[in-house]
Nanobody, 118 residues
């Protein structure tokens, strides 16, 4: 499985960006997909995840500002980020998890940088 993230960039506080992650395999096969982020000196943290059935969970710090969605025909998962803040600056990683052959498998994309200026 290959995950290709895109859409990062530089934006001023209050602005918006949409990240996209293209999967080499059908997104229907994944039990969970999501976005995580990591800032320098900090551990990687969950931003948003979406499950089979399209229920989603968000980190408290982004709830109400970010929206995760999947497009199964296009095999993509996206993260719409509104009202961005400088604290949102990080490398954002796409993740996919699925249960197959009696085990969980975990896949990561290469990361895309998001920088929010004050």
């Amino acid at each position: 499985v290959q995950l290709q993230a895109s859409g990062g960039g530089f934006v001023q506080a209050g602005g918006s960006l949409t990240l996209s992650c293209a999967s080499s395999e059908s997104t229907v096969t994944f039990n969970r997909m999501g976005w995580y982020r990591q800032s320098p000196g900090k551990e990687r943290e969950m931003v948003a995840v979406i499950f089979t059935g399209e229920a989603a969970n968000y980190a408290g710090s982004v709830k109400g500002r970010f929206t995760i969605s999947r497009d199964h025909p296009k095999n993509t998962v996206s993260l719409k980020m509104n009202n961005l803040r400088p604290v949102d600056t990080a490398v954002y990683y796409c993740n996919a998890v699925r249960w197959r052959d009696s085990r969980w498998s975990d896949y990561w994309g290469q990361g895309t940088q998001v920088t929010v200026s004050s």
